[in-house]
């Protein structure tokens, strides 16, 4: 049984990580801090595949990772999805983005250099490409991150670069674009608390959790709302499993968009989700935000050809695992 770490794997994408990867037969190592994350997934997650399958322990990345590595030898591989991600935040307090994202990846890179463990899967961001110059955004689109977020995402890239380059790491980077939905079953799905996505915030509103009406800034589209390219969770993990097969199988280091290659504008999400859940949702419009970006979508061939992956999920089909995921559990995990 191949057995991998995952940073971060109390987080949103983190814990239907675990459970994508535990499904497919891995042992998993998880670790998190459990500043953004929670334990309740990974509780759940661990009483039904065992402790043989899975562990799991409290490691801040920026501390001493030495006894993690002793205790778990022979980690094949690192999916590192742990960082901060929250845009607005990283431009209030850039210096916690650079010291969290930056500097704990160095860390942990160090760790597993040191351990002999070379293979890294990287989640980074479409962020790194700020505004599009064109659609859809390819792998070679100029990089200018417009947020300390995306900048920090960049210069872990950099790093993970270099120790390619010089035959230390070998690495796939993926840089996602908008993360939807929960796991197909709604067992595990998004916590963020409080969010600023709109996708979990639209449904908790119509099923009554809490009070959301729509303010979005009239941009240059269709229907003047800014348009996302919204790749389901499942979909996404998938990407990392046939990542993790291509390097292992050609040592080769990539650079990986993840997104559908289709756009979807918050109006129409709005929409869906009202026939969903049969709700109408108040709408509001907003003076134009400073630097909304219009419209960001994937250019997903390498994707599709390297890793011969395709999206499964429609956007329909994320929402309806997010529906029914708050129905189970209107507030989310609670520790
Ligand atoms: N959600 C998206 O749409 C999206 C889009 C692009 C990229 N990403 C990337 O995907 C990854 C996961 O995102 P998410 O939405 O699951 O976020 P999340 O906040 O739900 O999960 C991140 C997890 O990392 C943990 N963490 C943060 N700093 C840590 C540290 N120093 N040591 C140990 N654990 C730490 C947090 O406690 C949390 O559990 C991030 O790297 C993010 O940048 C997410």
């Known amino acids: 049984m191949e057995k991998i770490l995952i940073t971060g794997a109390g987080g949103y994408i983190g814990s239907n990580a675990v459970y994508a990867f535990l499904q497919k037969g891995f042992e998993v190592v998880g670790i998190d801090n459990f500043s953004k994350g929670y334990r309740q997934p990974l509780e759940l997650l661990q009483q039904k595949f065992g402790k043989d399958q899975f562990r799991f322990y409290e490691y801040d990345l920026l501390t001493d990772l030495s006894q993690l590595f002793q205790q778990e030898k022979h980690i094949d591989a690192t999916i590192h999805y742990a960082a901060f991600c929250d845009v607005n935040e990283s431009m209030q307090e850039p210096q916690k983005y650079f010291a969290n994202n930056v500097a ?38 100029p990089i200018q991150p417009l947020s300390p977020y995306g900048a920090s995402k960049r210069i872990v890239e950099e790093m993970l670069e270099w120790y390619g380059k010089r035959e230390l790491l070998q690495y796939v980077i993926l840089r996602y674009f908008n993360v939807t939905g929960a796991s197909d079953d709604g067992l595990i799905g998004d916590s963020k608390k409080p969010s600023s996505l709109l996708i979990p915030n639209v449904i908790r509103g119509a099923l009554g959790i809490a009070s959301f009406s729509l303010t979005y800034s009239p941009v240059d589209t269709k229907d003047y709302s800014p348009v996302r390219d919204f790749i389901n969770v499942v979909d996404l993990n998938t990407v990392h499993l046939k990542a993790l097969d291509y390097l292992e199988k050609t040592g080769k280091n990539q650079i990986i968009n993840v997104g559908t290659g289709t756009g979807c504008s918050v109006l129409q999400i709005v929409k869906m989700v009202e026939k969903l859940t049969g709700v109408t949702i108040a709408l509001e419009k907003a003076m134009p935000r400073r630097g909304e970006i219009p419209v960001m979508i994937a250019k997903n061939d390498k994707a599709q050809h390297l890793l011969h992956w395709q999206p499964e999920h429609s956007l329909e089909d994320s929402l309806r695992s997010l529906i029914t995921w708050y129905q189970k559990r209107p507030e989310g995990w609670q520790s």
């Not at 463990?117 to 490409?129: D, H, W």
């Open 104 to 141: 704990g990846s160095k860390n942990l890179f160090s760790h597993l250099i040191k351990a002999n463990s070379p293979s890294v899967i990287f989640s980074s961001t479409c962020a790194v490409y700020g505004q599009a110059q064109y659609v859809p955004v390819d792998e070679n689109h």
